[in-house]
């Protein structure tokens, strides 16, 4: 069992940074493929990027690629989303999720994941 938690979500201008925060309790989460979904409102949940157990492979929804940085640190625990050049489309409810999973392929679908954190507001203004 893991329990995710994340944050750093919060209020921005257009072109700013925020960089998210997702902190796993529970079994060893370097054993944990992870990923960060979003959800706009009247819009369906979407993959944003997501990371493999080591690190070592990541993959990112089109919209946000060279802006957005998904990485993590095993030995603490938590992983992370970095954003910049936020834009107002950039707003939604941010989620982080995790499976037991130590193969080499980037899960990038929602139903791939077992664990799912509570959310962070990200709204960018413009």
């Known amino acids: 069992q893991v329990q995710l938690v994340e944050s750093g979500g919060g209020l921005v201008q257009a072109g700013g940074s925020l960089r998210l925060s997702c902190a796993a309790s529970?079994?060893?989460?370097?054993?944990?493929?992870m990923g960060w979904f979003r959800q706009a409102p009247g819009k369906e949940r979407e993959f944003v990027a997501a990371?493999?157990?080591?690190?070592?492979?990541?993959a990112y929804v089109d919209s946000v690629k060279g802006r957005f940085t998904i990485s993590r640190d095993n030995a603490k625990n938590t992983g992370y989303l970095q954003m910049n050049s936020l834009k107002s489309e950039d707003t939604a409810v941010y989620y982080c999720?995790?499976?037991?999973?130590?193969?080499?392929?980037?899960?990038?679908?929602?139903?791939?994941?077992?664990?799912w954190g509570q959310g962070t507001q990200v709204t960018v203004s413009s």
């Open positions: 990371i493999t157990w080591s690190g070592g492979s990541t």
């Open positions: 529970g079994r060893a989460f370097g054993s944990y493929a």
């Open positions: 999720a995790a499976r037991y999973w130590i193969g080499s392929l980037v899960l990038r679908t929602g139903n791939e994941y077992d664990y």
